[in-house]
Nanobody, 118 residues
């Protein structure tokens, strides 16, 4: 399985970015795809996830109402639309995948840098 994240960049506070995670190597029926982020000196933290089958979503409180996760079954991809970005959203963003029955993520992408200036 390969996950390829893209779409990061340098933006100003209040701007938007859309991250994309292209998945290959398997189908993701009965899987959950998620986005995590890691700021310098911090641990990796959960941002959002989505069930592949039904598209049920879950968000961290810090991004609720600003970020939207979606999946495109035809493209085998998961996107993260980030609006009203804040400097504290600055981090390396990683996409990951796990089986629905597991709590552990089995696959990770390489990460994409998001930098939000004030």
């Amino acid at each position: 399985v390969q996950l390829q994240a893209s779409g990061g960049g340098l933006v100003q506070a209040g701007d938007s970015l859309r991250l994309s995670c292209a998945a290959s190597g398997r189908t993701f029926t009965n899987h959950v795809m998620g986005w995590f982020r890691q700021a310098p000196g911090e641990e990796r933290e959960f941002v959002a996830d989505i069930t592949w089958n039904l598209g049920t979503t879950n968000y961290a409180d810090s991004v609720k109402g600003r970020f939207t996760i979606s999946r495109d079954k035809a493209k085998n991809a998961v996107d993260l639309q980030m609006n009203t970005l804040k400097p504290e959203d600055t981090a390396v963003y990683y996409c990951g995948g796990r089986r629905s029955a597991s709590r552990n993520y089995n696959w990770w992408g390489q990460g994409t840098q998001v930098t939000v200036s004030s």
